[in-house]
């Protein structure tokens, strides 16, 4: 039986990095791959873009209202040796679900890469549901400013670090907008308690 595995950590911790070496490895050892990614998060394009140069063609860009086990995406699901999903934290709840499906009756591993929490610290469909439903997880890690490990994503427009707006605002695309890798005490005093009155 095939596990349903989540590995997870904050922006800028390598995960399309770690996306493309596993696709790399199982290729190189004669597997057959199919990698997805849902169109919620359209940087990139067709492809898997990693900040250090790789990149590789996603398989399926999937609707938010599609589902690997349709007719659609059902003859590219079977006979693969593994399913990876990038930015799984899009995923919907149903989603999740087919990639249990997948894992447990069709004994295809699937392995998910995305972020635990969104800028609020709260999360998202996806990872939810994946951390509710997962065999394995694996942390990846970045660093905050501070030098120590981190957990959370910041989202800062104009400069300032907010808490207010869209679940999803795809940095790059709105030049106003960046993502800012942070530790649990930079978080709570930079971001939470300065936007809460607490
Ligand atoms: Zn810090």
Redesign the pocket.
Known sequence: MANLEYRYGPMNSGKSMAVLQMAYNYEENGKKILLVKSVTDTKGGDYLVSRIGPKRKIQIKLGENESLLSNKYKSMVDGKDAILVDEAQFLTKSQVEDLWVIAKNMNIPVICFGLKTNFKSEFFEGSKRLFELSDKFKELETI?????K?RFNARKVDGKYILEGDETLIDGENKKVEYEP??????LNKVFLTNNDK
């Open positions: 905050c400013s501070c030098g120590t981190a942070l530790c649990g005490k930079c978080y």
